[in-house]
């Protein structure tokens, strides 16, 4: 099978899943409502594989051939042909909206990784999720959610695209609010929808500027071409870049709109794996990994993408510094390694673009390994503990629950990126990027330098969070909460199975694809058109050749490496023990802004949603003012009704007589009048 | 020589009996056989003008609405019996709930005492003679 049609098996796969898990319900087959779920991802995961290998070696498919539909009257009435141009999915005027994919090696990059890391997480999920009520209809979202990531990931068609991502919003949205009896998770997705809808907005708005700006194209590759050829101009592609970024905002929780990603944790523990850490929020990255042509060319826009990475990346590690939830700490960690991807997006243009995409993209594809497996470690602390996730109410886990402790150690110490595990290539990666930008960059040197300290002193702040919830939970004395009883046991196997696969992923992944002098990763993913248009953007531009791959700096990774040893040392002198310990009193005021997340919650309160809830009120009042104008004016009549009604007194000889006498009028008047 | 006038005023005392039969009574049945009596006067209007016009359409229209009248009575009497059924009386002021909401039911400040009769499950005409009286021994 050529790409392409991988591509869309893939996709029919996952829609058939999704058909299918609700029908079993239906069958009164729920208790196997995850077969359809697992088997789908896993041969989802098989097939893009296959894709993967295809474009490796055949090099990115060109355009989407569409299907045409032929209706006639004779046997067999209809007649499916193939057309050279992709279908049409609608058309308006100017807009033409068309069924076509991208399959090139970020698009293939990124279908791995997503039903890969999505088929362990089912199997995790089927033993996490059993006997839960609506078990079917977890799996049938999960389904929707992967078909729809899958769509967004495969998109070349800016509408597509769109598709995908309000597909993943709403699957997120109800995900977060499985449990809707609580008010809080109902609160947590209203919360999650209406603040990536804010990113939203702006997303839409870009993308039809980048319509009428790229020659009334939806297809990516199309506009990007058509800028290339007619430059746009400065101003609107600086608008429309901006408004991309601002969806990728909303979807990836950066500053100012991360605040709904830590309260998503109240949904299932295996969604927050999937959702909102491996796949969906790593959308708005994707994004503009694949607009890189187009930012590549705003040199000031990259400078406030790379600056919001840097604060977002150390404003959610110091807030993560004291939570004490376990999942929350693994939330404000994902806000935080999101920062750091597009912190090295933001370097797009101030070195070669290829590198610069292919540093988030890498660490993006490692995130993706090491966060679900953190999740899902969380997951099933959460399940011996009958569902208390507080570090502070349980210690010393290490000897109850041997594997969940070695692969969520290996899960801290990739996410702390402790040399040769996945973490640290990628994250030496970003600071390698962020390091040559500061040196390279036309203009804003000290910026990016400014960025770099921010990373590395992140990466210091990560490994010492990640480790203190480790420490907490698994060293010290044996405690364990009460709501566990007597039953607090290690996970069972369909659990521990999963949480080995990717802890394994998690150690080689990096070393396997982009160790030392070897960059298979960023080599490929350099070939993918986009990426290749944006180089040669960068070489006019800059007037210098592109570099092929990054090459490994020591000095960079010792500087990083430092930092998460260091960090990992605090942890270790403070929290070794298992125990919370007392903040010194000088530290008081930051640990307090730490542990009320920044005070943001309180100030969006403030500034926003009280503002909103008054206007509120006002609109409401004046909305009565109306109704009851418009309810004087029905009035009226009612008021002259009631003299006639009681004409209408339910006797037939009332209205007999009422037609008599009205016949009698008529009469006289033709006998008297007419007549004469 | 009987003339046009002739029949047309038999034809207006027949009306005439008929509306004030209809909207003084209250048996249903009784309205009923007035309203009947209001038609017949106005097919002996139509006869009339056949006649005077010497032609036959005025004839036909007549049979016309003497078949109709018979299939109208089918009708009212299924009626008038589903009616009775339901409230056990063929008085037809019992059906003013018909009324617009709001206005208070109409009652008879003089109404018939009724003797308390056996409801039987169709409604009766009254006897039209004196009962028969049993004889001892038969």
Known sequence: MSSTALALTVLATLLASTILTPLLAQLRLSRYAHFPAILGFAIASVLSLFMLRDVFLLGPAGTTPGLSLDLSGTYPFFDLNLKESPTVWFHAGLLKVTFSLAIDPLSAIMLATVTFVATWIAVFSSGYMHGEDGYTRFFTIMCLF???????????????????????????????????????????????????????????????????????????????????Q???????????????????????????????????????????????????????????????????????????????????????????????????????STVSQLGYMFMALGTVGAITPSIAVA??????????????????????????????????KFSGLRKLMPVTHITFLIGCAALAGLPLL??????????????????????????????????????????????????????????????????????????????????VGAVIVGLAVESFTRHGFSKFLATTPAIQMANKTYEREHNVRSQSSPHFNWKVAGMGTTAALLGLAAAFALYRRGEMVAVPAI?????????????????????????????????????????????????????????????????????????????????????????? | ?????????????????????????????????????????????????????????GQAFGLFVIAVAACEAGLAMALIIAMYRRTKSLDSSVWQNLRETGVPATIDPDALIQPPLELADDPKLPAAGKKPQEVAGV
């Open chain 1, 359 to 392: 540093a988030a993209i890498f660490h993006l594809f490692t995130h993706a390994f090491f966060k679900a497996l953190l999740f899902l470690g969380s997951g099933s602390v959460m399940h011996a503990m009958g569902g208390v996730i507080d570090i502070r």
């Open chain 1, 230 to 332: 007619h430059s746009a101009s400065h101003g609107t592609l600086t608008a429309a870049c901006l408004l991309l970024f601002c969806g990728a905002v909303g979807k990836s929780a950066q500053l100012p709109l991360y605040v709904w990603l830590p309260d998503a944790m109240e949904g299932p523990t295996p969604v927050s794996a999937l959702i909102h850490a491996a796949t969906m929020v790593t959308a708005g990255v994707y994004l503009l990994a694949r607009c890189a042509p187009l930012f590549v060319q705003v040199p000031y826009v990259q400078i406030y993408i790379c600056a919001t990475g840097g604060l977002t990346a150390i404003f959610a590690a110091f807030i993560a510094l004291t939570q004490t939830d376990l999942k929350r700490i693994l939330a404000y």
């Open chain 1, 422 to 503: 996945s973490g640290f290539w990628s994250k030496d990666q970003i600071l390698d990027s962020l390091h040559h930008a500061g040196e390279h960059s036309l203009h804003y040197r000290v910026l990016y330098e400014g960025v770099f300290l921010v990373a590395l002193l992140t990466a210091g702040l990560t490994a010492f969070y990640t480790f203190r919830a480790y420490f907490l939970t698994f060293w010290g004395e044996e405690r364990i909460p009460e709501e566990a009883g007597h039953h607090a046991h290690e996970s069972p196997r369909v659990m521990r199975v999963p949480l080995i696969v990717l802890a």
């Open chain 1, 587 to 676: 530290l008081k005021p930051a640990h307090g802004l730490s542990l009320n997340k920044g005070y943001v919650d309180e100030i969006f309160q403030g500034i926003i949603v009280k503002p909103a809830e008054i206007a509120a009120t006002g609109t409401r009042q004046f909305d009565g003012l109306l109704d009851s104008l418009a309810r004087f004016v029905a009035f009226i009549p009612r008021l002259f009704a009631a003299f006639l009604r009681p004409l209408q007194n339910g006797l037939v000889q009332f209205y007999a007589l009422g037609m008599v006498l009205g016949l009698a009028v008529f009469a006289f008047f033709i006998v008297f009048k007419v007549s004469r």
């Open chain 2, 1 to 57: 020589m009987i003339s046009v006038w002739h029949f047309l005023s038999v034809a207006a005392v027949l009306f005439a009996l008929g509306l004030i039969g209809f909207l003084t009574r209250r048996n249903l049945i009784t309205m009923f056989l007035s309203a009947e009596l209001m038609i017949q006067g106005v097919v002996l209007n139509l006869l009339a003008f056949a006649r005077f016009h010497a032609n036959l359409s």
């Open chain 1, 146 to 228: 992967v078909f729809c990531m899958c769509l967004l990931v495969l998109a070349d068609n800016f509408f597509l695209l769109l598709a995908g991502w309000e597909g993943v919003g709403l699957c997120s949205y109800l995900l977060v609010g499985y449990y809707y009896a609580k008010p809080s998770a109902a609160a947590a997705a209203r919360k999650a929808f209406l603040v990536t809808r804010l990113g939203d907005v702006g997303f839409v708005l870009g993308i039809f500027l980048l319509w009428s700006a790229g020659g009334y194209h939806t297809d990516l590759s199309a506009i990007f071409a058509h800028i290339q």
